[in-house]
């Protein structure tokens, strides 16, 4: 079985940036990757990683603005946030599976606590 813990909470002004991290522990997890909520709406995709890391997805909003990474010793999933704005402000969840990576791929039988990111304006 997999736990996922996660950093508890992060805050940053307009246009900052930060990097929130993931430890996974149990086993390693083919697939990791990131789902947000914001208050009153759903949980939405952000992005995922392979097992080697070398396949990525992210969601068309955080393109070109979040990356995700993974260090397999650590057993660490990254999400590098840049360029951060208000409405990136939201409750971001580590998630993870033991299937393999693939475009599209929504289900993630693990789930990390949460972390609470505030973007400033």
């Known amino acids: 079985q997999v736990q996922l813990v996660a950093s508890v909470v992060g805050l940053v002004q307009v246009g900052g940036s930060l990097r929130l991290s993931c430890v996974a522990s149990?086993?390693?997890?083919?697939?990791m990757g990131w789902f947000c909520q914001a208050p009153g709406q759903e949980r939405e995709f952000v992005g995922a990683i392979s097992r080697s890391g070398d396949s990525t997805e992210y969601v068309d909003s955080v393109k070109g603005r979040f990356t995700i990474s993974r260090d397999n010793a650590k057993n660490t999933v990254y999400l590098q946030m840049n360029s951060l704005k208000p409405e990136d402000t939201a409750v971001y969840y580590c998630v993870a599976t033991s299937g393999d990576f693939y475009p599209g791929k929504r289900h993630f039988a693990y789930w990390g606590q949460g972390t609470q990111v505030t973007v400033s304006s």
């Open positions: 149990g086993r390693t997890c083919s697939t």
